[in-house]
């Protein structure tokens, strides 16, 4: 009978509740975690007590460069964890919406992440209006790459080199595409999932890393339908459209939440062209739903 042992590990899939470690013994373990803390994701650096047959129980995290999560009014979802950039996916078809683009760029900001928009399905004829619906966000010095994933994702492989990168997005863009054409080893997961799923669709269920190469990962993750920053106040809001920032502080009120108060630096940077009404339209409904949420009824 062997006693429990510590393992530093790092943790390669979330499902839920239960975590798949690669540990440094060179093992993957099933996990599950101790006590109430639940809160760890994919990417996570952790500290295990092995149990035997391949079991094990996560006892500790370590301190995280960066955690990329979303969250409504009543929970916030984790999404990975100690990534270096986020690869946000949207396509011509079936449609993206700006408002999450919007919102997912905003929670990247927020974890200090480098994003990088990925526009595939380029092959398609409406990738013209979706690259001009864009360009905006190249303004704003986010790099833009338009892809044909099911062709080739070379023009992808030299952005990924030495990063630690996140696929995120809506359903249907193309997020599974590109992990498989990059890492034909991760088809055949995907179809084995889906066949045990029985549904014949290779829908990605949960977070995921995968390893490139020895110095670059890349976690794929399941769509969403909305990316919600519930979990950033109206402060952390505005600075996370990073637009804004050189702006912030230079209201006439110093607590300008930057809705309605007269002699608003945003108000005056829209009068004047810098920054587009409909980024500024978004802040402002998320602002204000923030608020109404954030306050009982009855205050
Ligand atoms: N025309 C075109 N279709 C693509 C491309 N990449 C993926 N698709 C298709 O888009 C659909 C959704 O792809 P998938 O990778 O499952 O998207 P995910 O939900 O983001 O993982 C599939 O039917 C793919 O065959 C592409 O570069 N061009
Ligand atoms: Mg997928
Ligand atoms: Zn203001």
Known sequence: MTSESALQGLISAAYGRSFRVECGDGRTRDCVTRGKRTDYTCGDEVTIAAQGGDQGVITGCA????????????????????????????????????E??????????????????????????????????????????????????????DALRPLLAGQRSVLVGESGMGKSTILNSLLPRAEAHTREVSAA??????TTTHARLYHLDERSELIDTPGVQAFGVHHLGVGELAAAFIE??????QCRFRDCRHL?????????????GHITPRRLAVYRRLAEAHQRNARPDWA
């Not at 929970?75 to 690869?87: C, F, M, R, T, Y």
């Not at 997912?104 to 994003?115: D, E, M, T, W």
């Open 63 to 98: 301190p995280r460069t960066s955690l990329l999560y979303r969250s409504d009014q009543w929970k916030q979802k984790l999404i990975a964890a100690n990534v270096s950039q986020a690869l946000i996916v949207v396509a011509p078809v079936p449609s993206f919406d700006l």
């Open 197 to 202: 799923l029985g549904t014949g669709k290779h």
């Open 260 to 272: 309605n108060e007269p002699g608003c630096a945003l108000d005056e940077a829209q009068a004047a």
């Open 100 to 153: 999450v683009l919007d919102c997912c760029l905003a929670a990247v900001a927020h974890a200090g992440i480098r994003p990088l928009i990925v526009l595939n399905k380029s092959d398609l004829p409406q990738s013209a209006k979706s690259l001009t619906a864009l360009n905006p966000y190249t303004a704003l010095g986010v790099q833009l790459l338009p892809l044909t994933a099911r062709d080739s994702v």
């Open 244 to 249: 804004f920032r050189p702006l912030l502080g």
